[in-house]
């Protein structure tokens, strides 16, 4: 930026590079601002925000105190630069016991062969492993740390990740699951998943 206060050319290019390496909203996103409008509350995370635009909708429709994080430095300026916390995290790692009412996460979910995975932000959004499940897993495995004993989860869920075998770990893990949201599409079925202790 310059002396004035104006962008450069290097600052506009380096938002530039930054916005494509930043999931950017798409189907999956507002299928789970949808469902997180009608069912996020009180103290509320979305996991793995990207751009910041679920948890900006559900800041500004809803009452709930809405955080965000993501492991992508270029993630969290965006998510700020929409009026929401952001913190730069793996997950729900730096988050304290029982402290979340709601958490909403739009997992990478596409199964990716490991010789053609290259390692930059965009693949990590986007890649959910061979199974599409290698971030899912550990979520579910370490999520319900975090929630308060009513707290709830929403989940969005790909047919190509293999939604049984998600139902099956979530259930593993002490929830029960109530399907809120599908939409399906020519290549695969959209679900949004909320999990709440059974």
């Not at 909708?57 to 009452?63: F, G, N, S």
């Not at 793996?90 to 909403?104: I, N």
């Not at 370490?142 to 190509?160: A, K, Q």
């Not at 029960?176 to 399906?184: F, K, M, P």
Request: net charge negative; glycine share 8%; proline share 6%.
């Amino acid at each position: 930026m310059t002396d004035d206060g104006s962008d450069t050319l290097a600052d506009l290019a380096d938002r530039r590079g930054a916005e494509r390496a930043v999931y950017q909203p798409a189907e999956d996103s507002r299928l789970l601002a949808e469902a997180a409008v009608e069912h996020a509350r009180g103290r509320t995370l979305e996991v793995g925000t990207g751009s910041g635009w679920v948890a900006e909708r559900i800041a500004t429709e809803t009452t709930a105190t809405v955080i965000a994080s993501d492991p992508n430095p270029a993630a969290c300026r965006e998510v700020r630069d929409r009026g929401v916390p952001a913190v730069r995290a793996d997950l729900v790692a730096p988050f304290r016991t029982d402290s979340l009412d709601t958490v909403a996460f739009n997992p990478p979910y596409l199964p990716t062969d490991p010789d053609n995975e290259w390692d930059d932000w965009m693949e990590r959004a986007l890649s959910g492993g061979e199974s599409g499940r290698a971030v899912i897993d550990p979520f579910l495995d370490t999520v319900g740390r975090v929630l308060r004993p009513d707290g709830i989860v929403l989940l969005l869920v790909s047919s190509l990740t293999g939604f049984e075998a998600v139902v099956d770990r979530a259930e593993r893990n002490g929830f029960a699951t109530t399907t809120v949201r599908q939409e399906s599409y020519p290549f695969e079925t959209l679900s949004i998943l909320r999990l709440d202790f059974e």
